[in-house]
């Protein structure tokens, strides 16, 4: 099922396969720590879906840990060639660092930022988070775990767009671009949001 699969470096193994339009392509591979190394089409992404976890939409550099070792499906609606690395431990990138579903993102270090901020979106509705910023270097998301809506994060989001964080999970997208959140609960509720700057 995998076209390609050579080492990269120690611990990780890099797949490359490619994914029919509106169709599953799954994938059997060890190891808890994930990344989009490439896709072939320009501003694409996948959509990721792990053995009873949530989905999560990935664009190249995305990047996250799973919590159960088991089947992964990858879902595009065009003719997408991806080249995935999986590996034992955390790989490192530049791009997005995705967490999903319980596993809250944490920061190697913090080179400056705001203490975290607690931002109420309506029911229904979605709205700017994070402001665009040239000196901002990530933005973590937590949605509390004492609040009863998911919410999708996402320079767009919507009902069915955006990354989607459950009550007691985590985000952390890299980037200086906004981030906005929709409320897809019938309560209006806040969502925890820090920013880490660069220096």
Do not use: C, H
Not at 67 to 85: E, N, P
Not at 130 to 139: E, L, N, Q, T
Request: net charge negative.
């Amino acid at each position: 099922m995998v076209n390609n699969v050579s080492p990269n470096y120690a611990q990780t193994r890099e797949y490359r396969f490619t994914i029919q339009p509106g169709t599953d392509y799954e994938l059997d591979a060890k190891g808890e720590f994930w990344r989009i190394e490439s896709l072939s089409v320009a501003g694409a992404s996948i959509q990721l879906s792990f053995d009873g976890e949530s989905s999560v939409s990935a664009r190249i550099g995305t990047r996250g840990r799973r919590r159960r070792l088991g089947r992964i499906r990858a879902f595009s609606q065009v003719l997408i060639t991806v080249v995935m690395q999986i590996g034992d431990d955390p790989i490192e990138g530049e791009v997005a660092n995705v967490s999903i579903a319980g596993v809250t993102a944490t920061f190697e270090e913090n080179n400056g930022g705001a203490d975290p901020l607690d931002v109420v979106i309506n029911a229904g509705l979605s709205a700017i988070i994070s402001p665009a910023r040239a000196s901002k270097r990530s933005v973590t998301i937590k949605n509390p775990i004492g609040n009863t809506s998911n919410f999708r994060v996402g320079t767009a989001p919507a009902a069915n767009r955006g990354v989607e964080i459950e009550p007691g999970a985590g985000v952390t997208l890299s980037g200086s671009m906004a981030v906005s959140a929709y409320n897809a609960g019938a309560a209006n509720e806040a969502l925890t949001v820090t920013e880490l700057d660069r220096l």
